[in-house]
């Protein structure tokens, strides 16, 4: 048998009516939500699945931006397109620049901080499971970041900036669907 072919006692997933065979966004097509949550941080939403708990972003940061402290309850996988950043807490790390992968464990907390030096925008991309608990100064929990925040927050900031809410990848069984709008 050819290593390459799938054997005929096994169902192509493909005729399952249920499941698709891939999503694709464009993540040029789509939006950035500005100042999303912070100055500085541009972030677009291309996958949100409540059920798994999953979101997956595209987020743009001004140089010298620096988010709150954050626990992450899941697993990050983040990928550096341009520009350059550390978590302040991981001073022996190497800086993530364009092309690096980086994988965070569940229960990791830090301080994300983009490089004052970086010329442009760095640019990220990351999937994250589970949630973001975002600290205060003394380690209390004060916002959650998740999959279902992201559903809410991100279609009402590009209203309130006057940009079209597009589909995205979205929900337990993998399809195109319209985030909720907010009035």
Same mark, same amino acid.
């Given at each position: 048998?050819?290593?390459?072919s ?6 192509? +997933?493909?005729t399952l009516?249920?499941?698709?065979t891939?999503?694709?966004?464009? @993540?040029?097509? +789509? ?5 999303f949550?912070? =100055? ?5 939403l +291309?996958?949100?699945d ?10 743009r ?5 620096? %988010?709150?402290?954050?626990?992450? @309850? ?12 550390t978590? &302040?807490?991981?001073?022996?790390s190497? =800086?993530?620049?364009?092309g690096?992968y &980086?994988?965070?464990? =569940?229960? @990791?907390?830090h301080?994300l ?12 991309f ?6 973001m608990?975002i +600290? ?11 999959a279902?925040s992201? &559903? ?6 590009? %209203? ?5 809410? =597009? ?6 069984r993998?399809r195109y669907?319209?985030p909720?709008?907010?009035?």
């Amino acid at each position: 048998m050819s290593t390459n072919s799938i054997p005929s006692a096994v169902p192509h +997933l493909n005729t399952l009516p249920f499941v698709a065979t891939a999503l694709h966004v464009g @993540t040029d097509d +789509l939006p950035f939500a500005d100042d999303f949550g912070a =100055p500085g941080v541009r972030l677009k939403l +291309l996958a949100a699945d409540i059920e798994s708990g999953m979101f997956a972003v595209r987020i743009r940061f001004a140089p010298g931006v620096q %988010l709150p402290p954050h626990h992450h @309850t899941g697993a990050v996988h983040a990928f550096t397109l341009s520009g350059e950043w550390t978590y &302040l807490e991981h001073k022996d790390s190497a =800086p993530s620049t364009a092309g690096s992968y &980086l994988y965070e464990p =569940p229960g @990791t907390a830090h301080t994300l901080k983009i490089a004052d030096h970086n010329t442009g925008e760095t640019d990220v991309f990351f999937v994250i499971f589970g949630a973001m608990l975002i +600290l205060d100064e003394q380690g209390n929990i004060v916002a959650k970041l998740d999959a279902e925040s992201h &559903l809410r927050d991100w279609p009402a900031a590009l %209203l309130a900036q006057g940009k079209q809410v =597009p589909a995205i990848i979205q929900g337990g069984r993998a399809r195109y669907a319209q985030p909720a709008r907010s009035a």
